[in-house]
């Protein structure tokens, strides 16, 4: 009896498929895509209608004759590749290329890989949907055009080795504008008046009340300390008395699963993962892993989701653990549903949530190493929690007047408590921002309207208006999703490629632009406002979907891009060169004398004479660690080698060739004075005696 071929994308995912089908089916893994558009050229003629040149990568030619091999001879061939249009392109290539069309091949999807998903998606398999692969086409071709078409444009203009991309334009502008903000702000000067207040004649802890303005309702603004002092004299010799107080009980909801952008966001703020590193731990537990007798199984559902619809037997399963769990009190009578947030959100796709709701974190743990296990722990808590029953708070609001006997001017305090009465969804999670909040809540003593208060201190503080603060990593990823720039595919490999072509960088984990970044982003702004207007961005992205949904024509999305594009570009050849101020750094050159400076080149940064082209003087750029060299005696330094990872060697080089891999450390080892280097977290090892020991801050 011929058997059934299915074609995954990695290794992972078809080991824990073929645990689930069994007999009868063979998987074959692709390692991603097997054809597309050449490495070194366009690839792209825009004369007849854009009609893109795929090529098989050389490194991709053993595995098509694989494919093509195992394809002979079976009964059918299943594309099983990821539920998006990138899953669906790769379904399309595989069936071109290999030739499936010689032999029945049908497409499934997934959004899960659990048994009784995978039995549905072979039962209800279906042709390649061609309106989808479109919009992937159209998406890479017009990143195509811009990325290959602009690349050399930087070249000419600002410098060598430089690219650009059509969303990560827009990025880094986003960046670029919020920079340009903060070094426009002109911080304002202002006081704020503390009341520590008492209740009288009844001992009780003082509480706070801040000054918000007099008692008729006008606001107060204090612009100096002449002014906080002159009203701190006058409250000196006020009577306090509650104005107001009004109580009432508010429920707080749960959030709802997790889509990718919230993943992403909510990882860098408790965990401070980068969107890149989220994702790829997302990857292996949907892929799978192995779970001892349970062999391998997908934890989560499709990491790449915009929307937070979730399966009625999710919903059902969920709500059955948390009535055996916690008990009815935790459980709503009404199953929870949330509406799709993000403008474009599709609904056929699920939250990312547990496979198994009781498969919990604790019961799987020797399976995961740290992270996974985090971010896996993660998911289920959000899950479990959007289906419970709300947080009650009592909220307390206390208003009060200090009335200055000489004056007669009648001042207004207020105060806030809020304080739990239910915990509901929060005995299983809170997200991070709303844990802080409630750090920040004060506690009130029982307090009635007339109750006479009073003062233990007036405290006044200065204060300066703050400028916007720098993006993040998720509060980056939250604009982008906000203004529509994007997709969940895409919004790690944004952040990846702005910092890996040093158009940004982080500090204490803040995006900032450097200086090569506000060059290539005030040229685009200056010759193609569209490629990097937010709003154009985000029509593009409404087209793509429209691609994708509605049938709508791609070449004739992508000839309304490139006509007005490629107009801009010919204007663009007549911009001046952009000039780049070159860091200067310690030493002089060896040749000349003249001061030495850091330039960027093909395989990162190195060092070169300010004299060039006279004198042209270069070196490798070093990161001096103050360490030694075990073998000599001088200083240790870093250097990238030509895949730009950093390693650190002697000084010496080549006199002394000694090298390693990890950080070497300033100070030695305290068993055997060897190289102390850094190990893993917050530990360090000698690599002399092998001796670990805790990891200061260097």
């Known amino acids: ?27 074959k893994a692709s390692l991603g895509h097997i054809r597309d558009l050449p490495r070194s050229r366009l690839g792209v003629d825009t004369e007849h209608d854009f009609t893109p040149k795929y090529v098989i990568p050389r490194d991709k030619a053993k595995l098509v004759r694989e494919l093509k091999k195992a394809v002979k001879g079976v009964a059918a061939v299943y594309l099983a590749t990821d539920p998006d ?36 998606a072979f039962k209800h398999s279906r042709p390649i949907d061609m309106q989808l692969v479109n919009a992937q086409q159209a998406r890479r071709i017009l990143d195509r055009l811009v990325g290959y078409k602009l690349s050399p444009l930087l070249w000419r203009k600002v410098r060598r080795g430089l690219s650009a991309g059509r969303v990560q334009s827009v990025a880094l502008r986003i960046i670029v504008d919020r920079e340009r903000e903060i070094e426009q702000f002109v911080p304002q000067e202002y006081w704020t008046i503390e009341a520590k207040l008492t209740k009288r004649d009844i001992e009780s802890p003082p509480f706070s009340a801040l000054l918000v303005g007099l008692a008729d309702g006008t606001k107060l603004d204090i612009g100096s300390q002449e002014e906080a002092e002159e009203i701190k004299n006058e409250l000196e010799s006020a009577g306090y008395i509650v104005a107001k107080v009004k109580t009432k009980k508010v429920n707080r909801q749960p959030a709802p699963p997790f889509i990718t952008s919230t993943l992403q966001q909510e990882a860098w703020r408790r965990f401070r993962f980068t969107a890149k590193q ?62 799709g947030r993000v403008k474009g959100a599709q609904e056929a796709h699920e939250a990312i949530r547990p496979t198994k709701i009781w498969r919990q974190p604790t019961g799987i743990r020797q399976f995961l190493n740290t992270n996974q296990l985090r971010l896996y722990q993660l998911i289920w808590q959000r899950m479990v929690a959007s289906q419970m029953a709300a947080a009650i708070f009592e909220n307390t609001a206390v208003d009060i007047e200090a009335r200055c006997p000489v004056s007669k001017t009648r001042y207004l305090f207020r105060s806030s408590s809020s304080v739990s009465i239910f915990p509901g969804f929060k005995i ?16 009130l003593p029982l307090l009635e309207k007339g109750d006479l208060l009073e003062l233990v201190e007036l ?24 203004r529509g720039i994007g997709r969940p595919s895409t919004y790690a490999p944004i952040l990846s490629t702005i910092q890996e072509r040093e158009y940004v960088l982080k500090e204490k984990g803040n995006i900032k632009p ?45 000839s309304n891009f490139y006509s007005p594009f490629d107009s801009d570009l010919e204007k663009a050849q007549q911009v001046d060169k952009v000039d780049l101020l070159e860091e200067t750094v310690e030493g002089l050159c060896p040749d000349c ?65 000694f090298a390693t891999n990890y950080r070497p450390l300033s100070r030695p080892c ?26 200061e801050q260097e």
Request: net charge positive.
């Open 278 to 339: 989220t994702m790829a731990l997302a990857q292996q537990l949907y892929e799978g892993l192995p779970l001892g007798s349970e062999g391998n199984a997908g934890l989560i559902t499709y990491m790449r989701t915009d929307s937070t619809h979730v399966a009625r037997s999710a919903v059902d399963e969920t709500r059955q653990f948390i009535a055996k769990e916690h008990g009815p009190k935790f459980l709503p009578p009404n199953a929870r549903s949330f509406a």
């Open 459 to 482: 405290l006044s503080g200065q204060h300066f208006t703050q400028p916007p603060p720098r993006f993040t990593e998720a509060t980056l990823i939250k604009s982008l999703e906000q």
């Open 428 to 443: 299983i999670y809170s997200e991070s921002k709303d844990i802080e909040e409630e750090k920040k809540s004060t506690s």
């Open 514 to 558: 450097t200086e090569l970044g506000m060059a290539v982003n005030g040229l685009l702004v200056r010759c193609f406002p569209d490629i990097v207007n937010v709003e154009f961005t985000a029509r593009m992205e409404d087209e793509l979907d429209k691609i994708a949904g509605d049938n709508m024509d791609w070449v004739q999305v992508v």
């Open 670 to 695: 305290s068993k055997c004075d060897g190289l102390l280097t850094a190990y893993r977290g917050k530990w360090a090892q000698c690599s002399k005696c092998k001796h670990k020991e805790k990891l």
């Open 593 to 657: 004398d003249r001061p030495l400076v850091l330039k960027h080149g093909r395989f990162g940064k190195f060092v070169a004479c300010s004299g060039y082209p006279d004198c042209k003087y270069t070196a490798s750029y070093q990161i001096k660690t103050g360490a030694r060299c075990p073998e000599c005696g001088a200083e240790l330094v870093g250097k990238k080698n030509r895949r730009g990872r950093t390693f650190y060697g002697c000084s010496r080089y080549p006199e002394c060739k």
């Open 1 to 27: 009896m011929k058997s059934n071929l299915v074609i995954v994308e990695s290794p992972a995912k078809a080991r824990t498929l073929a645990g689930i089908l069994g007999r009868g089916y063979r998987l």
């Open 85 to 120: 249009r990138e899953g669906e392109a790769i379904a399309w290539h595989l069936a071109d290329v290999i030739g499936a069309g010689k032999t029945p091949y049908r497409r499934v999807v997934f959004h899960e890989i659990t048994e009784p998903a995978i039995k549905r």
